[in-house]
């Protein structure tokens, strides 16, 4: 069964602490995404990669950045969390640039910034 | 610019009853839609999706959803919905690249 895994599914972490988020997957596709989803905003794109050392920016960039050194791994990094990026965090993951069979999702990572 | 709406924020139905959940999309071709499902606590899960083809389509749980492009829709139906059906869904689009745009989520409650 094919599989999204983030590390961790609950984190607390202080104001100004530089956090990372870590998805693994292993079936060997080519796309990641990192979405945060909050109540009444839906789930919103805040980067994604295509290949390996690629990133693009999605629609929520700011405060975060992205790590794609190997195919299986992308990792989302909070510079220097706020209390405005408490929220779930979801990874997915998807093969083809044309969405064929939708993403695969891992099962999230709530972050509460104190 | 693609958009996803869900008109409804929260629907309540009781065990047994027939389900239809809203979306509509904006996009200028024909899109790609997905459905997907998110129990309490836990990641998004598949369960169905429309590429081409009939308008109709058949998911996982029971659950169906048909294209209406004069509609600029794509609802989900249940004809029978179990208390275990009880999540968040999550209608979503995509056009040619490989983004998905979600729409902001129907809670749906379950009564016993």
């Known amino acids: 069964d094919v599989k999204v895994t983030q590390s961790s599914r609950y984190l607390v972490k202080r104001t100004g602490e530089k956090v990372f988020l870590e998805c693994v997957q292993d079936?060997?596709?080519?796309?990641m995404f990192w979405y945060r989803q909050d109540p009444g905003l839906g789930l919103r794109l805040i980067y994604f990669?295509?290949?390996?050392?690629?990133?693009e920016k999605g629609d929520i960039p700011e405060g975060y950045s992205v790590s794609r050194e190997k195919k299986e791994r992308f990792s989302l990094i909070l510079e220097s969390a706020s209390t405005n990026q408490t929220s779930m965090y979801l990874c997915?993951?998807?093969?083809?640039?044309?969405?064929?069979?939708?993403?695969?999702f891992g099962s999230g990572t709530r972050l509460t910034v104190v | 610019a693609q958009s996803v709406t869900q008109p409804d924020i929260h629907i309540t139905v009781s065990e047994g009853a027939s389900l239809e959940l809203r979306c509509n999309y904006s996009?200028?071709?024909?899109?790609?839609l997905f459905w997907y499902v998110q129990s309490p606590g836990q990641g998004l899960q598949l369960l169905l999706k429309?590429?081409?083809?009939?308008?109709l389509v058949q998911g996982i749980k029971g659950f169906e959803a048909e294209f209406k492009r004069s509609q600029s829709s794509f609802n989900l139906r249940k004809p029978s919905v179990h208390w275990s059906d009880a999540a968040e869904y999550f209608c979503?689009?995509?056009?040619?690249?490989?983004?998905?745009?979600f729409g902001t989520g129907t809670r749906l409650q379950v009564f016993p």
């Open positions: 997915a993951s998807s093969t083809d640039r044309v969405t064929n069979y939708g993403y695969t």
């Open positions: 079936m060997d596709h080519e796309n």
């Open positions: 990669s295509y290949d390996v050392k690629m990133k």
């Open positions: 996009y200028g071709a024909t899109p790609y």
């Open positions: 429309y590429f081409s083809g009939d308008t």
């Open positions: 979503a689009v995509s056009g040619s690249t490989d983004k998905l745009i």
